[in-house]
């Protein structure tokens, strides 16, 4: 694994986030196994971190109501760099609530 610097979104994850480190490694794992691109992996894991970071614990400890005003509050942030960024968050918040055995709370996060 390529060393994550402490001051990166992902390396604070790693740092800080109890659990982190063996969701990080886990979805490597996945990603690789199952052919997709590395981006795809990259992308996901960042959005994965911001969430972990903002609550201090994995997504799925977080309530749903918690996460959406989270959501909310990035769509409609004037910092957030564009629908795009937005949208993995949402792409990474799903692949990793089926990847932890949740896969209707996945299904619960949309975007308009």
């Given at each position: 694994m390529k060393q994550k610097s402490?001051?990166?979104?992902?390396g604070r994850a790693l740092a800080t986030v109890a659990g982190f480190d063996r969701v990080y490694h886990k979805l490597e794992q996945q990603?690789?196994?199952r052919g997709q691109a590395k981006s795809t992996f990259e992308n996901y894991i960042?959005?994965?971190?911001?969430?972990?970071?903002?609550?201090?614990?994995?997504?799925e400890e977080v309530n749903e109501e918690e996460l959406n005003d989270f959501l909310?509050?990035?769509?409609?942030?004037?910092?957030?760099?564009?629908?795009?960024?937005?949208?993995?968050?949402?792409?990474g918040l799903r692949y990793y609530y089926r990847y932890?055995?949740?896969?209707?709370?996945?299904?619960?996060?949309t975007f308009a």
């Open positions: 402490e001051f990166s979104v992902i990603v690789v196994l960042h959005r994965i971190a911001q969430v972990s970071l903002h609550f201090n614990c994995l997504p909310a509050e990035l769509a409609l942030s004037a910092n957030f760099p564009s629908r795009s960024a937005f949208k993995h968050s949402v792409y932890v055995g949740l896969p209707n709370r996945a299904e619960k996060i």
